[in-house]
């Protein structure tokens, strides 16, 4: 049961194979077992868990399911939710509870589904490999002493260790893409605006944009379903009608125009990445799609953009926490100021000082010409690149990764090297498009190997039927972790 697709378990709670208590107590049991070793869940509050699913099982009875009623799932622990506290990570939040649930949040109670807990994450989602959170690193069940990639790990590794069968992630320069290409699930970033960032802690508002993470592509489809929607409470959620994302799983291939941006496939990226991802187009060709060559010049430029326009929106974003309204304040300070600074200093972990000093500068007076404005220009430039791209092809595929995942504490010195590690994810969101990762092979080492899909705006549900047609005939993404055997 813990292996089955959401469709497979939809189909077994309908049929009276199993209740919903029955399966939320089967994920609860295996996250008593495996959070201890992977610390993938901040939070968990059983009793709450197995009263939704009674209440789940109760709909049911009624014949008043919802689509995904008395169906298990994990939220990211960077949506507020009133029945658990939201930390993001963070000392700062460490103990704070919402008079409020998240617009995500909402949308999965009125579905039906049963929250199985809160999963770690990168302190405020800083972070491409969850070693940040002040609640300790989170552990690849691929490598015990593995990165499981971030900011979204806890959810990846949900997933990929069986924990839940579905979670939520958030993607800001690649955090829902990159840690499901080092764990070997599937994870899908929506168009900018598609997903209501309301009751979301903000982190970079242009950029930030939460998402559904699962096994298959198949099964991120009714997710986003869910997720979907205008929610007039967020400024920057898109007014538009409503879709079925589950559409065009049976997309023809034959004829489908796939573009190979030539900076995806240059140098810095390792062989068993390219390998495997070379594979996957191989295979795409054998079925009639065709391969259009592409280049995206101004694709080097974007780690450098995305790290002066993401830490300058954090320095607004992080303001809001004092000490005086909520969240962590110093016990010892001597006047108001101080109070500032220490809560500050105390509340903020390394990597969230860094990049709140860093967005600081280039907002500062003499500086915001030189660094943030132009970096809004080249922005523009890389949303025009793929532009351009979109019309020569339907999608657009490469790694989602330059690597597998790499040793904990491996670059935790060095932060370029980390920040590096985003180089293929962080575009699609400076563009606001949508991108996808599924498993496509693992390399010399059996770590897994990331697919990454990109389309024009709104396009989510053929990026989720060509990846569907590839895990049709491949069985990547139903392997299980070793060190978390079934």
């Not at 575009?427 to 496509?440: E, K, R, T, V």
Request: neutral net charge.
């Amino acid at each position: 049961m813990l292996d089955s697709t959401l469709g497979e378990l939809r189909a077994a709670l309908a049929g009276r194979r199993v209740s919903s208590v029955e399966l939320t107590g089967l994920y609860l049991a295996r996250i008593r077992a495996l959070n201890r070793a992977t610390n993938a869940f901040i939070s968990v509050d059983e009793e709450i868990s197995l009263a939704q699913a009674r209440a789940a099982d109760a709909r049911l009875a009624r014949g008043e399911a919802g689509p995904l009623t008395g169906i298990p799932i994990a939220h990211k622990d960077i949506f507020c939710t009133r029945a658990l506290r939201t930390t993001c990570g963070s000392r700062m939040l460490e103990h704070y509870r919402s008079p409020y649930d998240a617009h995500v949040v909402e949308q999965f109670d009125h579905a039906g589904a049963v929250v199985v807990g809160k999963t770690n994450m990168d302190e405020f989602a800083m972070g491409s490999s969850n070693e940040t959170s002040w609640f300790g690193p989170v552990r690849n069940p691929w490598g015990k002493d593995l990165v499981p990639g971030g900011s979204s790990g806890g959810s990846a590794v949900a997933v990929a260790a069986r924990m839940a069968p579905a979670a939520t992630g958030t993607d800001t320069g690649g955090s829902i893409r990159q840690p499901a290409a080092l764990t070997g699930v599937c994870g899908l970033k929506p168009t900018y605006g598609v997903v209501s960032r309301y009751g979301m802690i903000a982190f970079a508002s242009s950029l930030d944009q939460a998402g559904p993470m699962a096994r298959s592509a198949a099964d991120l489809a009714p997710l986003l379903n869910v997720m979907a929607g205008h929610d007039p409470r967020d400024s920057t959620s898109l007014e538009r009608p409503r879709e079925d994302y589950a559409r065009e799983l049976g997309l023809a291939l034959r004829g489908l125009r796939i573009g190979l941006p030539r900076e995806y496939f240059g140098e810095g990226t390792d062989p068993g990445v390219l390998a495997a991802v070379r594979a996957a187009i191989a295979w795409y060709e054998a079925q009639g799609a065709r391969t259009v060559p592409l280049e995206l010049p101004n694709t080097a430029l974007a780690v450098a953009v995305y790290y002066v326009l993401a830490p300058a929106e954090a320095s607004s974003n992080l303001s809001r926490y004092d000490g005086v309204r909520y969240g962590h304040r110093a016990q010892q300070y001597a006047d108001l100021l101080d109070m500032y600074c220490r809560t500050r200093a105390e509340g903020f972990g390394a990597e969230v000082q860094r990049r709140v000093l860093v967005g600081t500068y280039v907002l500062s007076h003499g500086y915001y010409d030189a660094y943030y404005l132009k970096a809004q220009k080249v922005r523009r430039l890389i949303a025009r690149d793929f532009a351009a791209a979109f019309a020569q092809c339907d999608l657009i595929m490469g790694p989602t990764t330059p690597s597998t995942a790499f040793a904990i504490g491996a670059k935790t010195d060095d932060p370029v090297q980390m920040y590096l590690n985003d180089i293929f994810t962080i575009p699609a969101p400076l563009a606001g498009l949508p991108a996808l990762s599924i498993p496509c092979g693992f390399d010399a080492r059996g770590l897994p190997v990331g697919l990454q899909l990109m389309g024009p705006h709104f396009s989510e549900a053929r990026l989720l039927g060509a990846a569907h047609r590839y895990q049709q005939a491949t069985d990547w993404h139903r392997r299980v972790p070793s060190e978390t055997p079934l």
